[in-house]
């Protein structure tokens, strides 16, 4: 259960409460119920609470509210915490209070669910979502024909679905749990963060048959999922009426070698976030170059009053060997190095054809002592840094700059605990030449098995044309989903001037600059990720000297490129 489903469950009692209150004259609300419920919901939005406001809300006389508030900190369930500088201050919510509130919203659920008869696993509060009652739940769902299989033979419950582990998904996900909607159980989905994503497509292809019905995939997974027949090429299934509504450059890269391997559900960027309000009062101009980034950082770093220069995904892995390659695409370099026209020419040996990894080069070292005069402005353990602990940390105020993929940096603007609303500006990646400046593209899609029976590939294709289509898109956005920059052709302007990250990625769409290349489009990929994930991460914790991380890692990775066929 997630804290916006226990913001709406409280919401829930507490008009129930007030109709009580409201109906039958002379009654209160109970005084603990107010306490409590005000002091929970403040902490899933990030909130402060005095305890003259606690009181206030207990609408109970002074010190009557002051000696139960008193109780409940002996008693465990609110903890005082301290206002630095003062010695006033805040009340919270102890570990206990969430927990014991936790289970209570559970229950919650379960009865609603059993008292409306609306679900037959009405004792299984995870496998369903208590959706928010203000949206028009069907507007969202799927058309009845799906929901009901093919001439009602397949329920739509019966779909399985294999995506990553993020926000979107989750909500995705919770749209057909809704209590509502009866269309599915959490069961019918199986969330995994990257690596477990990667390793459940894999594992699921050697199956006879398909443990899922829809997958997701990261989109530099596409020629290995095409060349291995992980997934279906589009073409091969009837049902996919043709989807070529999206912006050329994202719609390619969900192909290879010819072959179409799903369809994109949504495409997001990294940008560079700045704190505006921090720029400004600093007087420094915006950077342009990856020098202007260490100066900035330097200026706003600040360990004292708890703010770091600069956020980035450094943890070992997936988050540090994107990071590497992104930044040695604004140094102009490249992991790889395709096979020319030239030497196909020329020559018809493997030696002069192959694809060569290309880390022994002087813009790779200049990556490398970038991303070490990074770490002396970066936020503390950046080295253990994801996607979303470096979303949450410039979140909450703690860095004047963060590299932040756009999917996680929307939360800026809607999330309830964002302490930098309104006041973020995006930029593209500050590159050496300081001019023509480019987004690194990722994001997933959706694609069908290539181990699905037919008659099951024909109802998984009418599900994501449903997924992907501009109507569900926008119906999405209207009912809460998380936000997500639209590439597509068709547009709605409403939903542009939204959020400063949606006209950003839009005008980075239209002047061309997105970019696809910096992750090499290799069957190899996971493989060349893996090593980068490993030897950056060492070389910049200092285990291994940056040549020798660079050296190590061009060795490695050639060896998996000289084993793609030629």
Request: charged share 20%; with cysteine.
């Given at each position: 259960m997630n804290d916006y489903e226990i913001l709406r469950i409280i919401e829930f009692v507490e008009r129930s409460r007030t109709s009580f209150r409201d109906s039958i004259l002379g009654v209160d609300p109970d005084a603990d119920w107010l306490i409590l419920s005000h002091l929970v919901r403040a902490g899933l939005r990030g909130e402060k609470v005095s305890i003259s406001e606690l009181i206030s809300i207990s609408r109970l006389p002074y010190g009557t509210a002051n000696r139960r508030i008193q109780r409940m900190i002996n008693e465990g369930l609110i903890a005082k915490q301290a206002i630095e500088g003062s010695k006033r201050f805040?009340?919270?919510?102890?570990?206990?209070?969430?927990?014991?509130?936790?289970?209570?919203?559970?229950?919650?659920?379960?009865?609603?669910?059993?008292?409306?008869?609306?679900?037959?696993?009405?004792?299984?509060?995870?496998?369903?979502?208590?959706?928010?009652?203000?949206?028009?739940?069907?507007?969202?769902?799927?058309?009845?024909?799906?929901?009901?299989?093919?001439?009602?033979?397949?329920?739509?419950?019966?779909?399985?679905?294999?995506?990553?582990?993020?926000n979107y998904f989750a909500s995705l996900r919770n749209l057909w749990t809704d209590i509502r909607a009866s269309a599915g159980?959490?069961?019918?989905?199986?969330?995994?963060?990257?690596?477990?994503?990667?390793?459940?497509?894999?594992?699921?292809?050697?199956?006879?048959?398909?443990?899922?019905?829809?997958?997701?995939?990261?989109?530099?997974?596409?020629?290995?999922?095409?060349?291995?027949?992980?997934?279906?090429?589009?073409?091969?299934?009837?049902?996919?009426?043709?989807?070529?509504?999206?912006?050329?450059?994202?719609?390619?890269?969900?192909?290879?070698?010819?072959?179409?391997?799903?369809?994109?559900?949504?495409?997001?960027?990294?940008?560079?976030?700045?704190?505006?309000?921090?720029?400004?009062?600093?007087?420094?101009?915006?950077?342009?170059?990856?020098?202007d980034v260490i100066a900035s950082a330097r200026h706003l770093h600040d360990p004292k009053q708890g703010i770091a220069g600069v956020a980035w995904n450094g943890a070992r892995g997936t988050p540090i060997a994107s990071a590497f390659m992104f930044f040695l695409g604004d140094h102009e370099g490249a992991v790889v190095r395709p096979p020319s026209s030239s030497d196909l020419t020329r020559s018809a040996s493997k030696e002069r054809t192959r694809w060569r990894a290309m880390l022994q080069c002087a813009e790779a070292k200049q990556t490398l002592k970038f991303m070490r005069e990074l770490l002396a402005v970066s936020s503390p353990n950046v080295l253990s840094f994801d996607g979303d602990r470096t979303m949450y940390e410039f979140m909450s105020g703690k860095a004047g700059m963060a590299y932040v993929w756009s999917m996680r940096a929307a939360r800026f603007e809607f999330d309830l605990a964002s302490r930098v609303r309104g006041r973020v500006r995006y930029l593209p990646h500050p590159n050496v030449r300081g001019m023509r400046q480019k987004v690194p593209v990722g994001g997933f899609l959706l694609a069908i098995p290539s181990n699905l029976p037919a008659d099951r590939a024909h109802l998984a294709a009418q599900a994501i044309e449903w997924m992907t289509s501009f109507g569900a898109r926008v119906s999405h956005k209207q009912n809460g989903l998380p936000l997500v920059p639209e590439f597509s052709v068709g547009t709605d302007i409403e939903f542009d001037a939204t959020s400063p990250i949606v006209s950003f990625v839009k005008g980075q769409a239209r002047d061309n600059l997105l970019d696809t290349s910096t992750r090499p489009a290799v069957p190899v990929y996971h493989w060349i990720e893996e090593i980068l994930g490993e030897e950056i991460h060492a070389a910049l914790r200092g285990q291994v000297s940056d040549s020798a991380a660079l050296e190590r890692a061009n060795s490695r990775i050639q060896t998996f490129l000289d084993r793609m066929e030629p």
């Open positions: 805040d009340l919270i919510p102890t570990a206990g209070l969430h927990d014991s509130f936790l289970s209570f919203a559970q229950e919650i659920k379960v009865l609603v669910a059993r008292t409306l008869g609306m679900r037959g696993d009405a004792e299984r509060a995870d496998d369903y979502f208590f959706g928010d009652p203000r949206a028009n739940i069907a507007e969202m769902l799927p058309p009845p024909t799906l929901r009901g299989g093919l001439g009602g033979q397949i329920p739509v419950a019966n779909l399985r679905f294999l995506f990553h582990d993020d159980r959490g069961a019918d989905f199986a969330m995994a963060t990257l690596p477990h994503l990667y390793e459940a497509l894999v594992r699921n292809a050697t199956r006879e048959v398909s443990e899922f019905d829809v997958v997701t995939a990261n989109l530099p997974w596409v020629p290995e999922l095409i060349s291995k027949e992980i997934v279906k090429p589009v073409a091969e299934v009837e049902a996919f009426s043709g989807l070529r509504s999206f912006h050329p450059a994202l719609w390619d890269c969900t192909s290879w070698g010819g072959h179409q391997a799903g369809v994109p559900l949504y495409v997001t960027v990294e940008a560079l976030a700045a704190r505006s309000d921090l720029f400004e009062t600093a007087r420094l101009a915006f950077p342009r170059t990856p020098e």
